[in-house]
């Protein structure tokens, strides 16, 4: 299995354009996750979703940030309009029935 | 308030020697911990997990030690090697049935040659 696939890897946008995150989640996993990184506040849950549907979104900062999985095999994170208090790295994260989450490699997001 | 502490940002060891990674939590709820290695532009990669019903969890040069009354659980690497250099993050879960993982901020391991 290729693993959790992001993409891009890097994002470098200007203020107030939309940027769209996308995620693939490993085959067979039914719980993916968005998490936010920064040096300040570390690793954030932003959402959950289970069997493709969002369950706990308490973590998304503000109304700006929406994300959506259609399908078992693809969700998206989307920033709009992006502000400069937006660059992190964006991870994505799956599991299956068990408890470790299989992250990928993260998009690395530079708002200016 | 941070549930998962990890008190040293960095850590230097020579290699061939022991790496201890220390943890403390606070949520006496929680019952299964992980532990995650973080090499630069990559994702945090799972390495070793135990549950609360063990004191200790072996695989190879990684080891987890869980002392439930002290709420603290430490990662012993030994050998050390220079593959090691990376960011741990230890993270804990409240129940298999809990999705949510909540994490430490992560200890910088800098294996010296």
């Known amino acids: 299995d290729a693993g959790v696939i992001q993409s891009p890897r890097h994002e470098v946008t200007e203020m107030g354009q939309e940027v769209t995150l996308r995620c693939k989640p490993i085959?067979?996993?039914?719980?993916l996750f968005w998490y936010r990184q920064t040096m300040m506040r570390g690793l954030e849950l932003l959402i959950y979703f289970n069997n493709n549907v969002p369950i706990d979104d308490s973590g998304m900062p503000e109304d700006r940030f929406s994300a959506k999985m259609p399908n078992a095999s693809f969700s998206t994170l989307k920033i709009q309009p992006s502000e400069p208090r937006d660059s992190a790295v964006y991870f994505c994260?799956?599991?299956?029935?068990?408890?470790?989450?299989?992250f990928g490699p993260g998009t690395r997001l530079t708002v200016t | 308030d941070q549930q998962v502490k990890q008190n040293s940002p960095s850590l230097s060891v020579q290699e061939g020697r022991i790496s201890i990674l220390n943890c403390d939590y606070t949520n006496s709820m929680f019952d299964y911990f992980l532990w995650y290695k973080k090499y630069p532009a990559e994702g945090p990669t799972f390495l070793i997990s135990i549950s609360s019903i063990k004191d200790k969890n072996e695989d190879g040069r990684f080891t987890v030690f869980l002392n439930k009354s002290a709420k603290h659980l430490s990662l012993h690497i030994v050998p050390s090697q220079p593959g090691d250099s990376a960011v741990y993050f230890c993270a804990a879960s409240a129940g298999r049935s809990n999705y949510q993982l909540i994490w430490g901020a992560g200890t910088k391991l800098i294996i010296k040659p």
């Open positions: 994260a799956t599991r299956d029935r068990g408890i470790e989450q299989y």
């Open positions: 085959s067979g996993h039914n719980s």
